[in-house]
């Protein structure tokens, strides 16, 4: 048996390296402090458009700690307790993350339905400066974590970049009220704000479960690793493949390669290099290969 990382040392490290923790940084405090301007802006304007955001960008700011904490905590070396290491405790933050959105966004959801039929006055000056604000503050912490080269910083810019597009939303209501006497727009905006976040909380909430569960990573072609590896020269078969991700970006992979009995010493080795040479290429990070003689039983096969 063979089990390795087939990936060399320098990719890992870029995962996990200062820049990423220093991106992170940076949008969490920009996030957190921006939060704090939005809640008191939404109860001096008194719009839950603008309050159903500030719970959103809370979420935002705890995931961000969270993912600043944990992404350190994550590049930890294995221990006998975490033999695989501490990749997983990435999902703890998105896990905890999506309750707090969760029962945020049904509580904001609630109140906007009944200002729906009951509208209120709004500022909505104060909700142009505030949104013109939201704009500035998102924009830039999500330009700054688009120049990060992991998936981590890459996923946390597309959701700061959603952040923006709530505050464009809030942005137009916040004009058309300016010129208008529609005080219906504001809990509107906030209904559709608070459906946004519930619809991507949900799809993200799914992710993470999956790869809790081990589930196939979608990114991941199984049926092209089946064939590369049947296609060795000297394998005369495949069997008990397993595909699975520590934190949706480190792919785990386990199979046993069946080789015909001519099979020596150094044709044994040469076939496993370029076993884990082709999983690389295929975007496998770890392996974990077992080789049998086609006339030898597989203890662990039904």
């Known amino acids: 048996m063979d089990a390795k990382p087939v990936h060399d040392e320098d990719h890992h490290h870029g995962l996990f390296g200062h820049q990423t923790g220093g991106n992170l940084a940076l949008a969490f405090f920009l996030n957190l402090a921006f939060t704090l301007i939005e809640l008191v802006g939404g109860l001096l304007t008194n719009s839950v458009a603008i309050l159903s955001d500030a719970l959103h960008d809370f979420g935002d700011s705890f995931s961000l700690g969270l993912a600043w904490y944990m992404q350190k905590v994550a590049g930890r070396h294995p221990t006998p307790n975490y033999t695989y290491g501490y990749r997983r405790f990435t999902l703890l933050s998105a896990l905890l993350n999506a ?52 998936l981590n910083e890459k996923m946390v810019s597309l959701h700061l970049l959603e952040d923006v597009l709530g505050w464009v939303a809030v942005l137009v209501g916040s004009l058309v009220m300016m010129l208008t006497d529609v005080t219906w727009l504001d809990p509107a905006l906030s209904i559709g704000i608070s459906i946004f976040i ?83 290429d295929l975007g496998i990070d770890h392996a974990t290969i077992e080789m049998e003689y086609e006339t030898e039983a597989c203890s662990w096969c039904e």
């Open 99 to 150: 309750v707090i959105l969760l029962s945020g966004s049904a509580f904001v959801l609630v109140e906007s339905i009944d200002r729906l039929f009951v509208p209120a006055e709004t500022n909505a000056q104060g909700m142009f400066l505030l949104a013109i604000l939201g704009v500035i503050v998102n924009g830039f912490a999500a330009l700054r974590l688009k120049k990060g080269r992991s």
């Open 198 to 280: 519930l619809i991507n909380v949900v799809r993200n909430l799914r992710q993470a479960l999956r790869v809790l569960l081990q589930g196939k990573p979608d990114q991941v072609d199984e049926a092209a690793i089946r064939q590369a590896l049947a296609d060795l020269p000297g394998v005369v078969a495949t069997h008990d493949l397993h595909i699975w991700s520590m934190d949706s970006e480190y792919m785990v992979l386990s199979v046993h390669l069946v080789v015909a009995e001519t099979t020596d010493r150094s044709a044994w080795q040469d076939l496993r290099h370029r076993a884990h040479d082709i999983l690389a």
